[in-house]
């Protein structure tokens, strides 16, 4: 089956510690991206990236790094400089150059720094 | 900047009741717009999409027409089950095939 998964599904860490969430696709899909989702208020773009060894900031890319080395993948770290990195994290990929570009997402990863 | 405004919930309904939530968005240019529906403890799901005015995208009962004229893509469905209880996205497709998100609405049915 085609898809997207993520993992850890949770993931616990002591404040001051980077942490790496991973994503991997298997759709063939050029694009990847990640966001975080807060209650309350939707999501918010951190990176996303179209080709390999390619990505850009999204609206809240303070605090995260991200590396896409193959195409399949595209993990996300927290680092420590992340004030409130407690969230619920949600990677998606498409097609793109294409008038049928949709988002799919994965099944998320939700972070808890104490 | 591309900004996309839905009602706030949480909706509360009855099985069987009609539900409309409304979406209406600010973008340059002619924005693909799009559903998406998340059920507890998930990732989001795509529900339906249009891409140009007077589109209607439909997927499972739902229905969403682009409304250019009032920058509008109101989510119905005529029945709601137990089962469509979930939080609703509305989001729209800027450039460089970025999705600018509402703050989602909660819909809670109930039997």
């Known amino acids: 089956d085609g898809g997207i998964t993520q993992s850890p599904k949770y993931l616990f860490r002591k404040e001051g510690q980077n942490v790496t969430l991973s994503c991997e696709q298997n759709?063939?899909?050029?694009?990847m991206y990640w966001y975080r989702q807060d209650p309350g208020q939707g999501l918010r773009l951190i990176y996303y990236?179209?080709?390999?060894?390619?990505?850009q900031k999204g609206d809240i890319a303070e605090g995260y790094s991200v590396s896409r080395e193959k195409k399949e993948s595209f993990p996300l770290t927290v680092t420590s400089a992340q004030k409130n990195p407690t969230a619920f994290y949600l990677c998606?990929?498409?097609?793109?150059?294409?008038?049928?570009?949709?988002?799919?997402f994965g099944p998320g990863t939700r972070l808890t720094v104490t | 900047g591309n900004s996309v405004t839905q009602m706030e919930g949480p909706v509360t309904l009855s099985e069987e009741a009609f539900l409309t939530i409304n979406c209406t968005y600010t973008?340059?240019?002619?924005?693909?717009l799009f559903w998406y529906v998340q059920y507890p403890g998930e990732g989001l799901q795509l529900l339906l999409k249009?891409?140009?005015?007077?589109d209607k995208g439909s997927n499972k009962g739902f229905e969403a027409t682009y409304r250019k004229e009032t920058t509008s893509f109101h989510l119905e469905k005529g029945s709601v089950q137990v089962s469509d209880s979930a939080v609703y996205f509305c989001?729209?497709?800027?450039?460089?095939?970025?999705?600018?998100f509402g703050k989602g609405t909660l819909l809670t049915v109930n039997p």
């Open positions: 998606a990929s498409s097609i793109i150059w294409t008038d049928r570009s949709e988002q799919y």
């Open positions: 759709l063939n899909h050029d694009a």
């Open positions: 990236s179209q080709i390999v060894n390619d990505f």
């Open positions: 973008a340059t240019g002619y924005p693909s």
């Open positions: 249009a891409t140009k005015a007077d």
């Open positions: 989001a729209l497709e800027g450039s460089n095939y970025k999705l600018t």
